[in-house]
């Protein structure tokens, strides 16, 4: 399979709008490509590691999915010659969050003893998150408590990498979603929307890539693969809740592997997080909400949200859409990061 041609987004982008980049092929620079200080040196030892490409990685799952959906994708990073592993879960780990509306504790206490084992052995680590997995890292990054636990583990993690995560989504799911019940000495005075869900907890204490602190640089991708159509929509006649109907075509080109139901489940699953469907993303995650402000942002034409796609369709754990973010994964050397 062929390289991506990757955009790089202009962010953030009003809430629904498409996101619209100017497309260049991405180089594989040096790595020390971002901005922000590394906080941390690496020993002379540390650094002869790195560049013989044993960097660390943990890969952190989505939203009901488990571990084993990401072997291919940690094959690929470790066939790279990097030290990668994923977090150990289940699907039905999730199910206390989804009918009970427990918090996700259970996630963070287990990224947090995968985290301290790993930094020990190899220094900073790149976390990976897919879809939840790379908000729910930011809680583990930042200094604020939460559920009476301040992680604060930016210190261990020079990179955080998101891959279709749901940053700005406003969880208008259709069949709703319980409450959970926050707990913390700073919460009493906030809104009750952060008191009750864990997205907007960790939207309110680290809204940019900046203040999670540390000097963690953060990358966010996300691939754009199909626009959302409603299933009943005719041609030329674009939905009438697509903020801006004519910034991308939604029709379906001769030979492409995309059906109509493809269209309406991303419809569906764009309206539930951005409040309009007729937008761009992944099939599930729409551009507009998968970046932060402050972050590296890559948009991947052509990959797909989940590892459960169809034949002739590419996701983020393939290795020829793992080539834009790859370069990302290595300690940068230097005290300095760099803009591009």
Not at 25 to 47: E, I, T
């Amino acid at each position: 399979m062929g390289s991506i041609s990757v955009s790089r987004a202009r962010a953030p982008t009003p809430a629904c709008q498409p996101v619209s980049s100017a497309s260049l092929k991405l180089s594989r620079p040096s790595c020390d490509r971002r901005h922000r200080r590394c906080d941390c040196q690496c020993s002379a030892d540390n650094r002869r590691r790195h560049r013989s490409g044993s960097d660390a990685v943990v890969v952190l799952p989505g939203f009901l999915s488990g571990s084993q959906q990401y072997a291919s994708m940690v094959a690929n990073l470790r066939a790279k010659g990097f030290a990668a592993e994923v977090l150990p879960m289940a699907v039905s780990d999730w199910t206390p969050t989804i009918f009970r509306g427990d918090s996700f504790e259970w996630y963070l206490e287990r990224l947090d003893a995968v985290l301290q084992a790993c930094s020990a052995k190899h220094g900073r680590v790149a976390l990976v998150g897919h879809s939840a997995g790379g908000w729910i890292a930011r809680i583990l990054l930042g200094s604020e408590p939460y559920q009476g636990v301040r992680y604060g583990r930016s210190s261990m993690v020079h990179t955080l990498i998101t891959l279709g995560s749901p940053h700005q989504s406003i969880e208008a799911y259709p069949f709703g979603r319980v409450e959970e019940a926050l707990t913390g000495p700073n919460l009493d005075q906030l809104a009750a929307g952060v008191r009750g869900s864990s997205l907007q907890f960790t939207n309110h204490f680290y809204p940019t890539a900046d203040s999670l602190g540390g000097g963690v640089r953060v990358v966010c991708a996300c691939g754009n693969a199909v626009r959302g159509r409603l299933l009943w929509a005719t041609e030329g006649s674009p939905s009438s809740s697509s903020p801006n109907p004519s910034s991308s075509s939604s029709s379906i080109e001769a030979g492409s592997s995309i059906t109509r139901l493809d269209q309406y489940f991303a419809y569906e699953s764009y309206k539930c997080n951005c409040g309009h469907g007729e937008v761009d993303g992944d099939g599930v995650t729409p551009l507009s909400i998968a970046f932060l402000a402050g972050a590296e942002q890559l948009v991947l034409p052509g990959v797909w949200h989940n590892p459960r796609r169809k034949p002739g369709q590419i996701w983020y754990g393939d290795a020829a859409a793992m080539e834009p973010w790859l370069q990302y994964l290595h300690v940068p050397q230097g005290s300095e990061w760099s803009s591009s």
